[in-house]
Each structure stands twice: as C-alpha cells, then as structure tokens.
C-alpha cells in the first residue's frame, strides 16, 4: 500500500463520500469498501451519499449559482489557474494515487493529471473567449447578435478508466463559464475523486468563495439516477457504457434538460498496404494494451490488408512477446491489472466467446499471477483472428483483447470499421495521400475521431472529443464544447424612432 500517498492526502479523514468543497456531509448508508486492483489491498471504507446528503448539496449549489455566475469570467478563469498550479505541485503524487486505485501504468498515471493541468490552461485561455456573433439585421438601425449564459449547474458522471481527467475536462470549463458542478465520480475509484474535490476546495476557501461551487458525491447507480432525474441540473455530462448512456439520455430528456454523452467505443485501425509498419505496429501496441485495453479510445479491431497480413501478425507477435506485466508503478511495466476481478472474469468470457465463434488466437492470454501480487486483478493480453461478420465483433469487451480482420478493397475496410454500433475513435495507416483523404471523407470514417498514421488512443485537448452513435455524439473538452455549457441567446436592439417589423409585414395601428 502506498501509505506515503494516503498520509500525505490525508485519506483517513476523508471517509464521507458526500462533500460540499471542503466540508463533508454525513451519509448514514453503508460503506464501499475501496481495494486496489494492484495487490488487493484495502485502500479505505467510504460512505457513499445518501438521499438527504444528495438533497443538502444541491441546495448549496443553487446558492452558489446566485454568486459564481455574477463573477467576471476572466475571475472564474484564475480561480482555474490556481487550481492547475496546486496540480502541478501534487502531480507526482496524484499520479501515483491514480495508478494504485486504478490500475494504470505509472506513466499513464501521471499523463493524465498532466492532462489535467493542460484543460485548466485551455480553460485559463477560454474565460476571455467565450465569443457571441454580431449579425446584420434587415430592419433598419437595428442591431442583432448573440451572447451566452451560464447553464446553473452542471452534474458531472465520470468512470474508472480516468478516475480525475474527464472530470477536470467538464469542470473547468464548465466553471469558466460561469457555472457549478456535482460530481459523482466512479464507486470504483472515489479516493482520486475524494483528493481531487480537496484540491480545489482549498482554492475557493482561499479566496472566500463559495464551497459548493464544486461539489462531490459517491455511489453506485441510484446516485446517477438522482442526477439524471433533477430539474435542478441543467446539463448531465456522463462518461461510460452506452448501456448507462441510454438511460441517463432517456431521464434527463423526458424533463427536457441537456445530456452530454461520451460512450463505448469499438475502435478500428485499419492498415494498407502503403503503411509505414514501424509506425503501425507501436500504435497497435500501445493503443491494444494501454490502461490494459481499458480505454473507451483503445484499439479493439485491426483491419489488415491481405498482402500485409502475414507481417503485421508476425511483427505483434514479437511485439506482445516483449510485453512487462505487473505492479503499474514500476515504470519497467507496460501493463497493470484490470480493474477488479469482475472484468478479469467478462474478459476471460470474452476469449471463450471469441472462439465459440470462430476466432483463431494468434496471442491466447489469460488470467496471470503476478510474484509477489497474487491478489491483483492481472491478465495477459491477447490477438485473435476473426471474421467480420462475427457478433462478438459488435461488442466492445473492455480489456485487453484485439482482433484482426482481413480485407481486399479499402471501401471493404471502411465498411468493416463503421459496421458496428459504436462511432469514437478510428485511424488509417497509410503513406499514400489518396488512400488518407479518402477515409477522412464524407466516404470515409464514421467516428468522432478519425486520425491519420497515430494510434486510436490519445486525444490532445485542444480538439473536442466524443463520437457518434451509440458512442453518445457528446463533445468534451476542447475546440467550442464550451457552448455545451451555456445558453445561446438572440438579442436584438431597436435604436430607431420606428417599429419596422421584419420579413416587411405592414401592420398599421
């Protein structure tokens, strides 16, 4: 356990999984025993909100609304800033926080509070950008333009696999727009969450604000669904499975508030024969096993082009060979474990699927004992080769789990990548330009993400991130997401001493 991390956060006194900025609010349900995926060790028992706490809370947040949206933008924007610098200073031990809870190497660990720090600077940047239009007006000395309002408050729903950074990417810009935020981050990982609420309760405490500008809460589905279900969140941003998506989009629509969806993904690389393999291969590496396949962006189906075919698997077969498992914060490592033994076993589900179906393993992982770390959730990774047509295909497993399909014809490839339900992330590997305009057309990729020789996995945040279909069509982060969080108002100014109406209709009094 890594103790020098609890202490210095000090977890043991934030056993309340409910709290308003720094001040935590009792729950009187049971605990969420909370244990790492890397040894199996108990981190910390957790209270999760119950409905009075939930109900406490969101009245705070009201009364903050009232304050924080009538704070200059460019206020809200150093409010951000401060938040990114107490980031910089703890990311060495944050990342380590996330890596034990989680799972994920050490270096992903500590790329994601850089990710962090990297939205609170585009945030920073945002609060004296938050542009309207100014249209002409067909009705004489008149003035037309747009400008935006904060929405009220914002409900954040964000999963395991990025316990802090999918939050930081709604709150922050959120926050510059002038709102407030709750926070149900995953029952999974509430700790980063628990430790990332303190952060930036310090800060509003500093400056006198209020404490429920941000807000967090903890629990399982019932949680989610307060949110989904309250007329008092504007907008619900989740992160997940499509499954959940469903659900909260239905809730949240039938009392005609605003959902923002970022959902599965069933991600494609497709490979010509005019790829650089030293590039495809490292790709397909890392986009396969990164977070132990445990992204909504990592790559699960790898489209190769039959004269390539026999190389590309060659080339992953050494590859996967070399591949280090084990303790996440060891930087020697590649892989960490899954997240808890539930997904080692859907993961295990999965490869017996994959063979009932047809599926010829290339790479056949399994269930791993790691020497000194018996009780982490660790699996090896694996490469098997399928039909197109197969139904497991369909389906994204969240684990490390890759299949390779043939094809002939690069409209064949296209057809196969979008041919599943899910839309996110895509690439194409190739040198040749035609072949690359050609995906990223309107003939081409269906998904969010389309990408030219990179990997599947990696978004930076200056682009919006999200996909299509059952992926949710959400957009997070950067580019204009920021209009998500914000109402677009029409205003038009008559300065003359005549009422012309407009379209020239006549109408005399």
């Not at 986009?287 to 790559?299: D, L, N, P, V």
């Not at 994959?354 to 599926?359: A, I, S, T, V």
Request: aromatic share 8%; glycine share 10%.
């Amino acid at each position: 356990m890594l103790q020098d991390v609890l202490d210095h956060f000090q977890i043991e006194e934030l056993n309340e999984g409910s709290w308003i900025g720094s001040d935590s609010v009792q729950s009187s349900t049971s605990l969420i025993e909370v244990y790492s995926p890397v040894d199996g060790s108990q981190m910390a028992s957790i209270k999760p909100t119950d409905k009075k706490a939930y109900q406490t809370i969101v009245e705070e947040l009201k009364k903050a609304s009232e304050v924080w949206r009538n704070i200059p933008a460019p206020k809200r924007g150093e409010i951000v800033r401060l938040f990114g610098e107490k980031l910089r200073k703890e990311k060495n031990h944050l990342g380590k926080l996330i890596s034990y809870e989680m799972g994920k190497s050490i270096q992903e660990a500590y790329g994601e509070v850089q990710e962090m720090i990297d939205i609170c600077d585009f945030a920073v940047g945002l609060s004296r950008q938050l542009y309207g239009l100014t249209m002409h007006s067909e009705r004489p000395m008149h003035r037309m333009y747009e400008q935006w309002h904060p929405l009220g408050v914002i409900g954040i729903i964000s999963a395991f696999n990025f316990p802090t950074a999918v939050w930081s990417w709604n709150s922050t810009i959120a926050w510059v727009c002038g709102n407030v935020c709750i926070w149900k981050g995953s029952e999974k990982t509430p700790l980063t969450a628990l430790v990332c609420q303190k952060l930036i309760a310090s800060i509003l405490q500093e400056r006198g604000l209020p404490q429920a500008i941000s807000c967090l809460i903890t629990g399982g589905k019932e949680v989610g669904e307060w949110l989904s279900l309250d007329k008092d969140i504007a907008l619900v941003s989740a992160t997940g499975s499509s499954r959940m998506g469903k659900a909260v989009k239905l809730n949240v629509a039938q009392r005609f508030g605003k959902s923002l969806l970022e959902l599965g993904g069933n991600n494609a690389m497709i490979i010509t024969p005019n790829a650089d393999l030293g590039i495809a291969i490292p790709a397909t590496y890392f986009g396969a096993i990164g977070t132990s396949g445990q992204r909504c962006t990592s790559t699960r189906r790898l489209i190769v082009h039959q004269s390539v075919l026999d190389s590309v698997i060659d080339k992953l077969k050494s590859a996967y060979a070399q591949v280090k498992i084990g303790n996440p914060l060891d930087a020697n490592n590649h892989m960490g474990p899954l997240i808890d033994n539930e997904a080692v076993q859907n993961y295990m589900a999965g490869i017996e699927a994959c063979k009932k179906q047809g599926g010829t393993f290339i790479v056949e992982g399994g269930m791993l004992q790691v020497p000194g770390f018996e009780k982490g959730s660790y699996v090896s990774p694996s490469i098997a080769l399928v039909n197109a047509d197969m139904a497991i295909v369909q389906d994204e497993l969240f684990a490390p789990l890759l299949y390779i399909i043939a094809y002939n014809e690069l409209k064949e490839a296209i057809e196969i990548q979008n041919n599943v339900p899910q839309g996110l992330s895509s690439t194409i590997m190739t040198t040749n330009m035609r072949e690359a305009e050609y995906f990223l057309s309107h003939c081409g990729s269906d998904c969010g993400i389309a990408n030219v020789n990179i990997g599947t996995s990696g978004a930076e945040i200056g682009g919006a991130f999200g996909g299509e279909k059952e992926t949710g069509g959400g957009r997070e982060s950067g580019s204009d997401a920021w209009k998500n969080y914000m109402r677009r108002q029409t205003v038009t100014i008559n300065y003359s001493a005549d009422l012309p109406l407009s379209q020239g209709i006549q109408f005399k009094v």
